[in-house]
């Protein structure tokens, strides 16, 4: 579903992501690992259309983001690591906006907002109040109902459990398996290790926009932590 093929991406004198190749395949839930500035960011921001790129291809659905970014985007959802939405509307104007967007009838809407809403404990009034009065974590659930709402076949996330409570936390898990086991894919950027390791079939780990290692996650981590991996992986690099 999403192809990363030799991305390479600088900032002057600075490569921020050098020559990354990346599967991910329908039913995939992917974690994309390393420390800060590792070149994480980058590499989504590229993916979704969003930073243009140095070299290298990036293929949705075997479409070039480069090629044809509006059909690419009409299949994938993007959760950035901080949620910027428009404050001066609704909860509510917010959703059936995105909705309007990707052109969801309103019927198929009603019922998802619904659904998601109850889910991620957004009510009716929340809803109907201005997102201006919105906790961070109530925005990040806006954004997460509004990254489902057209049931995309690829979501790629930056952080995506960062100021979500418990609760939403474990529903969006939920959300992210359901998709899978329906054939979409997600492939999402984490410091949570334990998350990782717990919930996704494959990663990969970055260091100073370098691929250290990819792959099953059983096969990397094997009888070890994904924690104890991640330090022997990257410490062996800083060594170099």
Same mark, same amino acid.
């Given at each position: 579903?999403? =192809?990363?093929? /030799?991305?390479? $991406? ?5 490569? *921020?992501?050098? %020559?990354?190749?990346?599967?991910? &395949? ?8 390393? @420390? /800060?500035?590792?070149? $994480? ?19 949705? %659905?075997?479409?070039?983001?480069? *090629?044809? !970014? ?5 299949? #994938?959802?993007?959760? !950035? ?14 959703? %059936? ?5 990707? +052109? ?15 889910? #991620? =404990? ?7 109040? !201005? ?20 049931? !995309? ?18 529903? @969006?898990? =939920? ?8 054939? *979409? ?8 290790? +334990?998350?990782?390791? /717990?919930?996704? %079939?494959?990663? *990969? ?5 370098? #691929?250290? &290692? ?12 994904? +924690?104890?991996?991640? #330090? &022997? @992986?990257? /410490? &062996?690099? =800083?060594?170099?």
């Amino acid at each position: 579903m999403l =192809e990363i093929k /030799n991305l390479t $991406k600088a900032y002057g004198s600075v490569v *921020a992501v050098d %020559n990354l190749s990346l599967t991910i &395949e329908d039913g995939d839930i992917f974690g994309f690992i390393g @420390l /800060n500035g590792a070149g $994480k960011t980058t590499t989504i921001k590229a993916v979704v259309g969003i930073h243009p790129f140095d070299a290298g291809d990036i293929l949705v %659905n075997g479409t070039s983001i480069k *090629a044809d !970014p509006m059909a690419c985007k009409r299949q #994938l959802a993007y959760i !950035p690591d901080n949620p910027d939405v428009y404050e001066f509307m609704t909860g509510i104007k917010y959703l %059936n906006f995105v909705a309007d967007v990707f +052109e969801v009838a309103r019927a198929d809407r009603a019922v998802r907002i619904a659904q998601y809403a109850k889910e #991620l =404990e957004l009510n009716d009034t929340d809803l109907a109040s !201005p997102i201006a009065a919105y906790s961070h974590g109530m925005k990040q659930k806006l954004v997460v109902i509004g990254a489902l709402i057209h049931q !995309p076949r690829l979501m790629v996330l930056d952080e995506p459990f960062v100021g979500l409570d418990p609760r939403a936390t474990y529903s @969006l898990k =939920e959300q992210f398996r359901a998709m899978t086991a329906a054939g *979409a894919c997600i492939f999402f950027s984490t410091h949570g290790l +334990e998350v990782a390791q /717990n919930l996704c %079939n494959k990663i *990969a780990i970055i260091q100073k926009g370098v #691929l250290l &290692e990819a792959g099953p996650i059983d096969q990397i981590v094997g009888k070890k932590s994904l +924690e104890s991996v991640f #330090l &022997e @992986l990257t /410490n &062996e690099d =800083e060594a170099r």
